[in-house]
Protein backbone atom coordinates (compact mmCIF):
# COMPACT_ATOMS: atom_id res chain seq x y z
CA UNK A 1 0.00 0.00 0.00
CA UNK A 2 1.02 3.23 -1.33
CA UNK A 3 2.16 6.00 1.89
CA UNK A 4 0.13 8.60 0.22
CA UNK A 5 -1.86 8.34 -2.63
CA UNK A 6 -3.55 10.84 -5.37
CA UNK A 7 -5.84 10.18 -7.93
CA UNK A 8 -3.13 10.80 -10.96
CA UNK A 9 -5.96 12.47 -13.03
CA UNK A 10 -5.68 14.37 -15.22
CA UNK A 11 -8.15 16.68 -13.81
CA UNK A 12 -9.89 18.76 -16.11
CA UNK A 13 -12.00 22.09 -14.86
CA UNK A 14 -12.87 25.24 -16.84
CA UNK A 15 -11.32 28.10 -16.29
CA UNK A 16 -13.02 30.42 -13.26
CA UNK A 17 -14.51 26.92 -11.50
CA UNK A 18 -12.82 25.46 -8.80
CA UNK A 19 -10.36 22.35 -8.81
CA UNK A 20 -10.48 20.58 -5.81
CA UNK A 21 -7.48 18.21 -5.35
CA UNK A 22 -7.22 15.02 -2.90
CA UNK A 23 -5.11 12.92 -1.07
CA UNK A 24 -5.05 10.29 1.45
CA UNK A 25 -2.17 9.08 3.84
CA UNK A 26 -1.32 5.80 5.74
CA UNK A 27 0.52 6.33 8.51
CA UNK A 28 -1.68 8.35 11.45
CA UNK A 29 1.30 9.30 12.96
CA UNK A 30 2.27 12.22 9.86
CA UNK A 31 1.96 15.62 11.44
CA UNK A 32 2.75 17.96 8.57
CA UNK A 33 0.78 18.28 4.91
CA UNK A 34 2.23 19.90 2.30
CA UNK A 35 1.25 20.43 -1.35
CA UNK A 36 3.34 21.39 -3.90
CA UNK A 37 2.79 22.60 -7.59
CA UNK A 38 5.11 21.63 -10.63
CA UNK A 39 5.34 22.76 -13.75
CA UNK A 40 6.41 20.90 -16.44
CA UNK A 41 10.12 20.51 -16.97
CA UNK A 42 10.42 22.72 -13.69
CA UNK A 43 11.00 21.37 -10.00
CA UNK A 44 8.23 21.67 -7.15
CA UNK A 45 7.20 24.42 -5.59
CA UNK A 46 5.76 24.41 -2.25
CA UNK A 47 2.82 26.39 -2.06
CA UNK A 48 0.80 25.32 1.10
CA UNK A 49 1.27 23.89 4.12
CA UNK A 50 -0.84 22.73 7.34
CA UNK A 51 -0.62 20.92 10.09
CA UNK A 52 -3.69 20.90 12.31
CA UNK A 53 -7.03 20.13 11.46
CA UNK A 54 -9.47 22.37 9.64
CA UNK A 55 -9.17 24.42 6.46
CA UNK A 56 -5.49 27.04 5.43
CA UNK A 57 -6.78 29.69 3.48
CA UNK A 58 -3.60 31.45 1.01
CA UNK A 59 -5.19 33.73 -1.60
CA UNK A 60 -7.42 31.18 -4.04
CA UNK A 61 -5.79 28.41 -2.08
CA UNK A 62 -7.65 26.26 0.64
CA UNK A 63 -5.74 23.44 2.33
CA UNK A 64 -8.16 21.02 4.26
CA UNK A 65 -7.16 18.46 6.70
CA UNK A 66 -9.00 15.91 8.34
CA UNK A 67 -6.62 13.91 10.29
CA UNK A 68 -9.47 10.87 11.96
CA UNK A 69 -9.95 10.41 8.38
CA UNK A 70 -6.31 10.63 7.08
CA UNK A 71 -7.06 12.99 4.43
CA UNK A 72 -6.17 16.16 2.94
CA UNK A 73 -7.25 18.60 0.08
CA UNK A 74 -6.85 21.39 -1.87
CA UNK A 75 -8.83 23.55 -3.53
CA UNK A 76 -8.48 26.27 -6.36
CA UNK A 77 -11.04 28.85 -6.11
CA UNK A 78 -11.44 30.91 -9.95
CA UNK A 79 -9.02 28.61 -11.62
CA UNK A 80 -6.72 30.24 -14.29
CA UNK A 81 -5.17 28.40 -17.06
CA UNK A 82 -1.37 29.37 -14.90
CA UNK A 83 -2.93 26.69 -12.57
CA UNK A 84 -2.46 23.93 -15.03
CA UNK A 85 0.05 21.71 -13.42
CA UNK A 86 1.40 18.68 -11.67
CA UNK A 87 0.16 18.84 -7.64
CA UNK A 88 1.85 16.59 -5.20
CA UNK A 89 0.41 16.02 -1.68
CA UNK A 90 3.14 15.05 0.55
CA UNK A 91 3.32 14.81 3.99
CA UNK A 92 6.03 14.75 7.20
CA UNK A 93 6.84 14.40 10.79
CA UNK A 94 7.37 17.32 13.02
CA UNK A 95 10.87 17.65 13.91
CA UNK A 96 12.03 15.08 11.79
CA UNK A 97 13.04 14.75 8.22
CA UNK A 98 11.81 12.82 5.73
CA UNK A 99 9.03 13.60 3.63
CA UNK A 100 6.65 11.07 1.76
CA UNK A 101 5.51 12.42 -1.57
CA UNK A 102 2.47 11.33 -3.77
CA UNK A 103 2.53 10.95 -7.24
CA UNK A 104 0.68 13.65 -8.20
CA UNK A 105 -2.35 15.21 -9.85
CA UNK A 106 -2.31 16.68 -12.94
CA UNK A 107 -4.57 19.49 -13.70
CA UNK A 108 -5.65 21.10 -16.85
CA UNK A 109 -7.47 24.55 -16.41
CA UNK A 110 -9.18 25.14 -19.77
CA UNK A 111 -9.58 28.93 -21.11
CA UNK B 1 19.14 34.93 -0.45
CA UNK B 2 20.14 32.41 -2.73
CA UNK B 3 18.05 29.19 -3.66
CA UNK B 4 19.02 25.70 -4.23
CA UNK B 5 21.53 25.59 -6.92
CA UNK B 6 22.27 22.77 -8.78
CA UNK B 7 24.81 21.68 -11.67
CA UNK B 8 25.13 20.65 -14.11
CA UNK B 9 21.62 21.53 -15.17
CA UNK B 10 21.60 18.83 -18.07
CA UNK B 11 23.99 16.21 -18.43
CA UNK B 12 24.11 13.92 -21.76
CA UNK B 13 26.46 10.57 -21.35
CA UNK B 14 27.16 7.50 -22.43
CA UNK B 15 26.67 4.38 -20.83
CA UNK B 16 29.50 3.22 -18.57
CA UNK B 17 30.69 6.91 -17.88
CA UNK B 18 30.82 8.52 -14.61
CA UNK B 19 28.43 11.09 -13.57
CA UNK B 20 28.78 13.39 -11.13
CA UNK B 21 25.65 16.01 -9.87
CA UNK B 22 26.17 18.48 -7.82
CA UNK B 23 24.28 20.86 -4.96
CA UNK B 24 24.25 23.65 -3.11
CA UNK B 25 22.08 24.05 -0.09
CA UNK B 26 20.29 27.11 1.18
CA UNK B 27 22.37 29.19 3.25
CA UNK B 28 21.15 27.91 7.03
CA UNK B 29 19.43 24.87 5.76
CA UNK B 30 21.16 22.03 7.55
CA UNK B 31 18.96 18.74 5.44
CA UNK B 32 19.88 18.46 2.21
CA UNK B 33 17.67 15.37 0.04
CA UNK B 34 18.62 13.89 -2.88
CA UNK B 35 15.77 12.69 -5.63
CA UNK B 36 14.66 11.06 -8.95
CA UNK B 37 11.89 11.49 -11.01
CA UNK B 38 10.70 9.95 -13.54
CA UNK B 39 7.58 9.52 -15.76
CA UNK B 40 7.34 5.82 -14.78
CA UNK B 41 8.34 5.91 -10.85
CA UNK B 42 7.05 9.46 -9.59
CA UNK B 43 9.06 11.58 -7.35
CA UNK B 44 11.75 8.99 -5.14
CA UNK B 45 13.91 9.78 -2.69
CA UNK B 46 17.19 8.43 -2.91
CA UNK B 47 19.31 9.71 0.45
CA UNK B 48 19.19 12.59 3.08
CA UNK B 49 21.62 13.96 5.20
CA UNK B 50 21.02 16.05 8.19
CA UNK B 51 23.69 17.79 9.46
CA UNK B 52 26.68 16.68 6.64
CA UNK B 53 25.53 12.70 8.17
CA UNK B 54 23.62 10.54 5.77
CA UNK B 55 20.09 9.35 7.80
CA UNK B 56 18.48 6.95 5.19
CA UNK B 57 20.21 5.78 2.01
CA UNK B 58 17.83 2.70 1.20
CA UNK B 59 16.44 4.96 -1.81
CA UNK B 60 19.84 4.96 -3.40
CA UNK B 61 18.98 1.94 -6.05
CA UNK B 62 21.98 0.41 -6.53
CA UNK B 63 25.81 0.34 -4.96
CA UNK B 64 26.33 2.27 -8.65
CA UNK B 65 25.08 5.39 -6.46
CA UNK B 66 26.84 7.32 -4.38
CA UNK B 67 26.33 10.32 -2.61
CA UNK B 68 28.67 12.85 -0.13
CA UNK B 69 28.39 15.71 1.87
CA UNK B 70 31.77 16.96 2.68
CA UNK B 71 30.67 20.53 4.11
CA UNK B 72 27.15 21.93 5.35
CA UNK B 73 26.97 23.77 2.20
CA UNK B 74 27.51 21.50 -0.40
CA UNK B 75 26.91 17.71 -2.04
CA UNK B 76 27.44 15.50 -4.79
CA UNK B 77 25.53 12.48 -6.12
CA UNK B 78 27.37 10.16 -7.90
CA UNK B 79 26.58 7.47 -10.20
CA UNK B 80 29.51 4.89 -11.41
CA UNK B 81 29.15 3.57 -14.20
CA UNK B 82 26.16 4.75 -15.33
CA UNK B 83 23.41 3.28 -17.16
CA UNK B 84 21.13 3.91 -19.41
CA UNK B 85 17.89 3.37 -17.00
CA UNK B 86 19.49 6.01 -14.92
CA UNK B 87 17.91 8.76 -17.56
CA UNK B 88 15.52 11.02 -15.02
CA UNK B 89 15.75 14.30 -13.77
CA UNK B 90 17.72 14.76 -10.41
CA UNK B 91 16.27 16.71 -7.79
CA UNK B 92 17.98 18.04 -4.30
CA UNK B 93 15.89 19.88 -1.97
CA UNK B 94 17.07 21.30 1.50
CA UNK B 95 15.32 22.03 4.49
CA UNK B 96 16.08 23.48 7.95
CA UNK B 97 15.11 20.67 10.19
CA UNK B 98 14.67 19.48 13.48
CA UNK B 99 13.14 22.65 14.71
CA UNK B 100 9.43 23.28 14.61
CA UNK B 101 6.66 22.14 12.18
CA UNK B 102 7.26 24.86 9.51
CA UNK B 103 11.08 23.44 9.46
CA UNK B 104 9.76 20.57 7.31
CA UNK B 105 9.34 22.24 4.46
CA UNK B 106 11.81 21.77 1.70
CA UNK B 107 12.87 23.74 -1.13
CA UNK B 108 13.72 22.31 -4.53
CA UNK B 109 16.66 22.91 -6.79
CA UNK B 110 16.54 23.54 -10.92
CA UNK B 111 17.26 19.85 -11.05
CA UNK B 112 19.20 17.62 -13.26
CA UNK B 113 18.38 16.28 -16.46
CA UNK B 114 20.50 13.47 -17.19
CA UNK B 115 20.39 11.44 -20.20
CA UNK B 116 22.41 8.17 -20.59
CA UNK B 117 22.65 6.97 -23.88
Known amino acids: QKEVEQNSGPLSVPEGAIASLNCTYSDRVSQSFFWYRQYSGKSPELIMSIYSNGDKEDGRFTAQLNKASQYVSLLIRDSQPSDSATYLC???????????FGAGTRLFVKA | DAGVIQSPRHEVTEMGQEVTLRCKLISGHNSLFWYRQTMMRGLELLIYFNNNVPIDDSGMPEDRFSAKMPNASFSTLKIQPSEPRDSAVYFCATQLAGGPESYNEQFFGPGTRLTVL
Open chain 1, 90 to 100: AVGYTGGFKTI
